[in-house]
């Protein structure tokens, strides 16, 4: 089993920064890939950014590229999410995300955190 706790979330302006962080426990290798999703209101779960504790390698969705950046730190478990110049779309439900790897940044999560809100003002 793993476990994902989030955190980091909250309300700022239009053009601000968040950092999102999220502590991973249980199983190592149920959660070689870690990622972020979000949901805004009366959408669908959508990818954000996802990163590999095997080979550091990275993925973001065209929107947020240039401005979050997915890091961890495997002394704490942690993956974070830093949103630089952030947007009113950006506003959503961020969630963590764990994986195997089996099917690679874009592969199937098994494991879910609670969900962390972020809202953006214009």
């Known amino acids: 089993q793993v476990q994902l706790v989030e955190s980091g979330g909250g309300l700022v302006q239009a053009g601000g920064s968040l950092r999102l962080s999220c502590a991973a426990s249980?199983?190592?290798?149920?959660?070689?890939?870690m990622g972020w999703f979000r949901q805004a209101p009366g959408k669908e779960r959508a990818f954000v950014a996802a990163?590999?504790?095997?080979?550091?390698?990275?993925l973001y969705t065209d929107s947020v590229k240039g401005r979050f950046t997915i890091s961890r730190d495997n002394t704490k478990n942690t993956v974070y999410l830093q949103m630089n110049s952030l947007k009113p779309e950006d506003t959503a439900v961020y969630y963590c995300?764990?994986?195997?790897?089996?099917?690679?940044?874009?592969?199937?999560?098994?494991?879910w955190g609670q969900g962390t809100q972020v809202t953006v003002s214009s």
């Open positions: 995300a764990a994986s195997t790897g089996s099917g690679g940044l874009l592969g199937t999560y098994e494991y």
């Open positions: 249980g199983r190592a290798l149920s959660r070689n890939i």
């Open positions: 990163t590999s504790w095997v080979d550091a390698s990275t």
